[in-house]
């Protein structure tokens, strides 16, 4: 593995870790800002408002890397989320907090840009390996950052934000020292029109080819909502699961979720095909969720993880198969649509998903892994669509 691969790898594994490291002591930092327990719509306006702004600037920062370079806007990006965790780190009142998570997802284009990254240092049948490997990575910052945000938060609320933002100023020092360019500035000149958060959905909708692949992206990143939602309310409600299973559950899947994806990707994508392990993966997905919706001892979750995990052997694969039909010159601006429209579901999913678990919780909880698994097998006559044989896009 490159030196380079080595970077972007571990600069996904800091960014992960960094996230996860606020997630269990952000309610409490909001209940002591706020002076009072009535705290979660401060936390819906807080996911919502770096959500939404992801949405609009993602595009616009992953069309600016295809001009400029990946390099500078990946570490414009960091500074970004540095300025972010300090901001949270002492902000002794809301709209200190509020204007921190605006920063960051102002300048969330970690992912988007570190992808195209990636699909330019690659080779096409390197990639779904890859992007395999990439989401391992940031699959298992999401294990080690929860656990070390709730032992630094109970020394002090405020350390897991300090450590947050000292995490991430170390990554930006890395990319900033070892992290080459990976294309070409463009010598196109920059104008006002290119900061338009309009131009690149634009330009996706010029794309009649590219529809269906995107569609499949919203699809499965809004399925993937589910589980934040719902897995804690499930398990209390099926189980009866303390914070402890609940967390243990988590943390089993989060870890079979990280070796397949580790290790898996590139051999399936070789033997089945990029198309083959979409579809395969998205139907060991769905056959879990079925056997989740109908199961009544807590053993049997626990038995199916591996099954459930197979299904990350499909997004680097179609991530993969995706940028075979963008341009080289255009991925940058691709990967920004892509994180914009995974952002649009990350605010649209959770309303769905909690409304339909409020419906059927009082007969039949499970009944909302029913419907996660109808929409992960809405997405597989897309995934045939989008994967026709087609002229790669140079516009």
Known sequence: ?????????????????????????????????????????????????????????????????DRLGRRPVLLVSLAGATVNYLIMAFAPQLWMLVLGRAIAGLTSANISVASAYITDISTKDQRAGRFGLFNAMFGAGFIIGPVLGGVLGDAWLRLPFIAAAALTAG??????????????????????????????????????????????????????????????????????????????????????????????????????????????????????????ALARE????????????????????????????????QQ?????????????ASIVAPLGFSTFYIAVQPFWPGAIWLLVAAVNLAAVPLVVLGTRPTRTATN
């Open 1 to 65: 593995m490159n030196r380079s691969l080595v970077v972007i790898f571990a600069a996904v594994l800091i960014d992960a870790i960094g996230i996860g490291l606020i997630f269990p002591i952000l309610p409490r930092l909001l209940a002591e800002v706020e002076h009072t327990a009535d705290i979660a719509p401060y936390i819906g306006i807080l996911a919502a408002l770096y959500a939404a702004m992801q949405f609009v600037f993602a595009p616009v920062l992953g069309s600016l890397s």
């Open 171 to 292: 990554n930006l020092l890395l990319a900033l020292l070892m992290l080459p360019e990976s294309r070409l500035q463009s010598r196109s000149k920059l104008t006002v029109a290119a900061f338009n958060p309009l131009l690149p959905l634009r330009w996706l909708f010029s794309m009649p080819p590219l529809l269906p692949i995107v569609l499949v992206f919203f699809i499965l990143a809004g399925g993937g909502e589910a589980y934040g939602i719902c897995w804690a309310l499930w398990g209390s409600d099926t189980f009866g699961w303390n914070g402890a299973w609940i967390g243990l559950s988590l943390g089993a899947f989060g870890v079979c979720q990280t070796l397949v994806q580790a290790f898996l990707p590139g051999p399936a994508a070789r033997l089945l095909g990029e198309r083959g392990a979409v579809l395969v993966g998205t139907s060991c997905s769905a056959a879990a969720l079925v056997v989740m």
């Open 332 to 344: 940058g601006q691709f990967q920004g649509v892509l994180a914009s429209i995974v952002s649009l």
């Open 298 to 329: 807590s053993w049997v979750i626990f038995a199916i993880m591996p099954f459930f995990a197979l299904g990350g052997i499909g997004i680097p694969a179609f991530q993969a198969l995706a940028t075979r039909r963008v341009g080289e010159s």
